[in-house]
């Protein structure tokens, strides 16, 4: 069956280093990837979504890759502030279908 | 501009009762859907609409009804309450379907005793 699975639940790192998240997922050929911020008592705000055929997107302080053959994207937070503290979610779609992750919590320390 | 809108914030029901959640959006997004969000679990889809009038199945379906009578608004039902639907529901819509950026509500914190 297909499994989306996110490095871990929470991931804690000092103000200004890069936060590093991984979303793995198998049984799955995505066409894209998308990911998305989710702060607590809200719905899900979009960040970004990378296609199959690029291996590199950014968005100001924002970084992601998408490694078809691992089968994972990492995403990264350079010069991380605790105002990018939240939840962040991976989601995968193709052929009309979408799956989320459970999403890792972010936190950074000032 | 508000986006996608979802009330209640939060209720509490008894087994058995019934209840309505509405969603509504002002994007003009022919697609919607119905997602429920549970502790460790990634986003699961109840119900989805791709316009007015057309509805179908997400992938946890039962004890949920919808309907799509406008573009706007997207009504999810709880026929019967139960304690296995004591979720955060979301509503979420797109310009054109499921599988693109979706924009989400704030989210309808449920409880079901």
């Known amino acids: 069956s297909q499994k989306i699975e996110q490095n871990s639940e929470a991931l804690n790192i000092q103000e200004g280093k890069t936060a590093t998240l991984t979303c793995n997922y198998t049984n799955y050929s995505p066409a894209y990837l998308q990911w998305y911020r989710q702060d607590p008592g809200r719905g899900p705000v979009f960040l970004l979504l990378i296609r199959e055929n690029e291996k590199e997107k950014r968005k100001e302080r924002l970084k992601v890759t998408f490694d078809t053959t691992l089968k994972q994207s990492l995403f990264h937070i350079t010069a991380s502030q605790p105002a990018d503290s939240a939840t962040y979610l991976c989601?995968?779609?193709?052929?009309?279908?979408?799956?989320f992750g459970a999403g890792t919590r972010l936190t950074v320390k000032p | 501009n508000a986006g996608v809108t979802q009330t209640p914030k939060f209720q509490v029901l008894k087994t058995g009762q019934s209840m309505t959640l509405q969603c509504a959006q002002d994007?003009?997004?022919?697609?919607m859907s119905w997602y429920r969000q549970d502790p460790g679990m990634g986003l699961r889809l109840i119900h989805y609409?791709?316009?007015?009038?057309?509805?179908d199945q997400g992938e946890v379906p039962n004890g949920y009804n919808v309907s799509r009578s406008t573009t706007e608004d997207f009504p999810l039902r709880l026929l019967s309450a139960a304690p296995s639907q004591t979720s955060v529901y979301f509503c979420?819509?797109?310009?054109?379907?499921?599988?693109?950026?979706?924009?989400f509500g704030s989210g309808t914190q449920l409880s079901v005793l």
């Open positions: 609409s791709v316009g007015a009038g057309i509805t």
């Open positions: 989601a995968l779609g193709g052929n009309n279908d979408m799956r």
């Open positions: 979420a819509s797109s310009t054109r379907g499921r599988s693109e950026k979706l924009f």
């Open positions: 994007m003009n997004h022919e697609y």
